[in-house]
C-alpha cells in the first residue's frame, strides 16, 4: 500500500501537492489508473485511483473511504524532554509514531540540554512515519512547553511522571497499574533528569510516581518503552 498524507483532501478529486506528485510520478512510477491511498491524519483512509499522472500535479479520483482506521483503543501523550543529541529524540518520534500515540509535547525542564526544536523538521519526522507505518491518525505535535506549565494545565485521565531520585519513596511499575482504555499523559524529563522541585510539584498535581524497570534509560529509550509498555496492556 503507497499512502501519502494529505489534510486538506478534498472529494471526490485531489490534486497531490509538488512534492508528493514527484514522489508519485516520477519515485514510485505510479501511472493514470494506478491506486494509492491517502490520509487526513484524522482517522479516514482514502482508496485513490490516478486520474492524471503529472510530476507536478498528480490528481487523484477518490473511489472508496473508510472511517477511524487504525484507531487506537486509547489515548497517549508524551510530554518528553528534547535530547541534546537532535537524532535521538527524532528516533523517538519516528517510533512512537509507528506503535501508536496521539499527543507528543517537547517540555523544558531544569537539567534540559536542549532548549528549542524545529518544529517544521520535526513535523516532517512524524508524517514520514505515519506513511511508512500505514496509519491513518497523524499524532499532534505541540510546541516545546514549560514542564510547569504543562503541570499545571487541566487534563482528562491519568497522569504520570516517570524519575530515577531514589530519594522519593514510592513508583509504582507502569505496566502494572494502568488499565486498557485510559487516557494517559507521561512526563519523560531530561538526560539529568526532572529536579526534585519538578517532581514535587508534579506528585502535587496529581501525577503519579512511575517506574519503567530496573535498567537505567536514556531519555529516548524510556519514552519508546512507555510508549511500548501503554500499547501492550491495551493488546497492541
Known amino acids: 500500500m503507497q499512502l501519502f498524507y494529505a489534510p486538506d483532501v478534498t472529494l471526490p478529486l485531489y490534486t ?47 473511489v472508496e473511504t473508510q472511517t477511524e482506521y487504525g484507531k487506537l ?19 523517538f518520534l519516528e517510533k512512537a509514531t509507528e506503535v501508536g500515540i496521539d499527543r507528543i509535547v517537547p517540555i ?32 499532534v505535535l505541540d510546541a516545546m512547553t514549560d514542564v510547569k506549565e504543562l503541570i499545571s494545565a487541566p ?35 531530561p538526560e539529568g533528569d526532572f529536579s526534585p522541585e519538578e517532581i514535587n510539584f508534579a506528585l502535587e498535581n496529581g501525577f503519579e510516581a512511575i517506574s519503567l524497570g530496573n535498567q537505567r534509560l536514556r531519555t529516548e529509550t524510556a519514552a519508546v518503552a512507555a510508549t511500548v509498555m501503554v500499547a501492550t496492556i491495551n493488546g497492541m
Open 155 to 189: 487534563f482528562e485521565g491519568r497522569k504520570f511522571i516517570a524519575h530515577c531520585d531514589s530519594s522519593f519513596e514510592k513508583r509504582d511499575y507502569l505496566p502494572s497499574i494502568i488499565k486498557k482504555t485510559e487516557n494517559i499523559l507521561i512526563l519523560i524529563g
Open 108 to 139: 523544558e525542564c531544569d537539567h534540559s540540554e536542549r532548549r528549542t526544536i524545529k518544529h517544521e523538521r520535526e513535523e516532517r519526522v512524524i508524517t514520514s512515519a505515519v506513511k511508512q507505518s500505514i496509519k491513518a491518525y497523524h499524532p
Open 16 to 62: 497531490l501537492n509538488d512534492e508528493e506528485s514527484k514522489h508519485c510520478v516520477r519515485v514510485l512510477r505510479l501511472r493514470q489508473g494506478d491506486t494509492l491511498h491517502l490520509t487526513d491524519g484524522r482517522g479516514s483512509l482514502h482508496r485513490c485511483e490516478i486520474v492524471e499522472a503529472h510530476q507536478h500535479h498528480c490528481t487523484v479520483k477518490i
Open 73 to 91: 483503543p486509547y489515548s497517549l501523550t508524551m510530554a518528553v524532554a528534547p535530547t541534546k543529541n537532535i537524532d535521538r529524540y527524532e528516533w
